[in-house]
Nanobody
Framework: QVQLAESGGGLVQSGGSLRLSCAAS????????MGWFRQAPGKEREFVAS????????YYADSVRGRFTISRDNAKNTVYLQMNSLKPEDTAVYYC??????????????????WGQGTQVTVSS
């Protein structure tokens, strides 16, 4: 099993920035691509960004492209989400997730098998 723990959420004003981190522990050799999702109150969880195991390929939701950047450091078993130019509509609980298939065997058709508990991001207007 792989455990994921998000951190870095908080309250920020519109136009501000936050950097989320997601640290993996446990069987850290047993996962591949990773992603970030978010869920706002009363809404379904939605995809935000994903990154291949090697880090050379990324995907973004249209709503965040150009403002958010996903990256990873495999030596630290950590994935990051740099969020700039934040808007009130970015307010949500942000979750990181990992594919249990190692390396990029399923990229880009990732299936997320491991999920973190989430971190709250609130953007005030």
């Amino acid at each position: 099993q792989v455990q994921l723990a998000e951190s870095g959420g908080g309250l920020v004003q519109s136009g501000g920035s936050l950097r989320l981190s997601c640290a993996a522990s446990g069987r850290t050799f047993a996962y591949g691509a990773m992603g970030w999702f978010r869920q706002a109150p009363g809404k379904e969880r939605e995809f935000v960004a994903s990154i291949s195991w090697r880090g050379g390929s990324t995907y973004y939701a249209d709503s965040v492209r150009g403002r958010f950047t996903i990256s990873r450091d495999n030596a630290k078993n950590t994935v990051y989400l740099q969020m700039n130019s934040l808007k009130p509509e970015d307010t949500a609980v942000y979750y990181c997730a990992a594919d249990s298939v190692r390396y990029d065997s399923r990229w880009p058709n990732v299936e997320y098998d491991y999920w973190g508990q989430g971190t709250q991001v609130t953007v005030s207007s």
